[in-house]
């Protein structure tokens, strides 16, 4: 499975961006998708999850209400609506896709070590 994400670039805080991550290749498993983000200096945290069928979704607390992820009805693309964006979400946004573990469960889905595949990051920045 190849992943590859797009819609980074730069925004004022309180702008909106949407990312995209379109997957290719074995795209007929069941894969949960995910998104990361890492920021200069500091380690790839979780940001958001899907569910293969797209009825369940998982947020890192630091950007529900503002962040919201869901993928398209044929399952190869997922997207990251981001509104009400502030400085601190300056990052390299990553996709990610999985199968077969207990997304569900929080420690499960917020571990990269869950994610079999990940595209190549696309930077996000907020300016103050």
């Known amino acids: 499975v190849q992943l590859q994400a797009s819609g980074g670039g730069l925004v004022q805080a309180g702008g909106s961006l949407r990312l995209s991550c379109a997957a290719s290749g074995r795209t007929t498993s069941s894969y949960y998708m995910g998104w990361f983000r890492q920021a200069p200096g500091k380690e790839r945290e979780f940001v958001a999850a899907?569910?293969?069928?797209?009825?369940?979704?998982y947020y890192e607390d630091s950007v529900k209400g503002r962040f919201t992820i869901s993928r398209d009805s044929a399952k190869t693309t997922v997207y990251l609506q981001m509104n009400s964006l502030k400085p601190e979400d300056t990052a390299a946004y990553y996709c990610?896709?999985?199968?077969?573990?207990?997304?569900?469960?929080?420690?499960?889905?917020?571990?990269?070590?869950?994610?079999?595949?990940w595209g190549q990051g696309t930077l996000v920045t907020v300016s103050s």
């Open positions: 990610a896709a999985g199968s077969g573990r207990l997304i569900w469960l929080d420690a499960v889905r917020k571990s990269d070590k869950s994610y079999d595949y």
């Open positions: 899907i569910s293969y069928s797209g009825s369940a979704t």
